[in-house]
């Protein structure tokens, strides 16, 4: 067996991109989704993991970024590892976490440059309205708030690991 120097072994490993999500709802259980001004799909409040943050840090930051609000990021619902896809070279791990209930859309504050819109939708207006590799988080996050057990898919399918 050869030894190989951690810097190269390291150096040579596959790497991905990491990113965030927030799961709120409304009183009746509609999920609360953003419309970015740079893409043709709405989205979960949310975005990309910087170096070295955690991810429910990275989740709670995008969520006060992108809305005005401080959550309190709660249990981690969903891990879906997406392949790279379109302009996307590499994999990506997405976290969903569990940020509770908002009882009306009064408090939001949305950046112009970066969403245009924001709203609850019931869960099959989400999945119509969310890109097709995205929309099964959806279920998936509802499911595991419900049952207190994270679920894990592979590029949007459920999974058993």
């Not at 596959?14 to 419309?35: E, M, S, Y």
């Not at 970015?36 to 979960?44: E, G, I, L, M």
Request: charged share 20%; with cysteine; glycine share 6%.
């Amino acid at each position: 067996m050869t030894w190989t120097d951690p810097a190269t072994w390291y150096a040579n490993l596959p790497a991905f991109h990491a990113a965030a999500g927030a799961l709120i709802t409304d009183p009746a259980g509609r999920l609360l989704l953003v419309k970015p001004t740079y893409r043709d799909h709405w989205a979960f409040p949310g975005g990309y993991v910087e170096e070295d943050e955690y991810p429910h840090h990275a989740c709670a930051r995008e969520v006060h970024e992108e809305l005005g609000l401080t959550v309190a990021v709660g249990d981690l619902l969903v891990v879906d590892w997406a392949p790279p896809a379109g302009q996307r070279p590499r994999a990506l791990i997405h976290f969903t976490f569990d940020c509770g209930t908002l009882a009306s859309l009064a408090d939001i504050d949305l950046p112009g440059q970066e969403l245009e819109d924001v709203a609850f939708f019931s869960p099959e207006e989400v999945e119509r309205r969310l890109p097709a590799n995205v929309a099964p988080r959806a279920d998936a996050a509802a499911r595991a708030r419900v049952r207190q057990i994270p679920v894990y898919l592979a590029g949007g399918a459920a999974t058993s690991p």
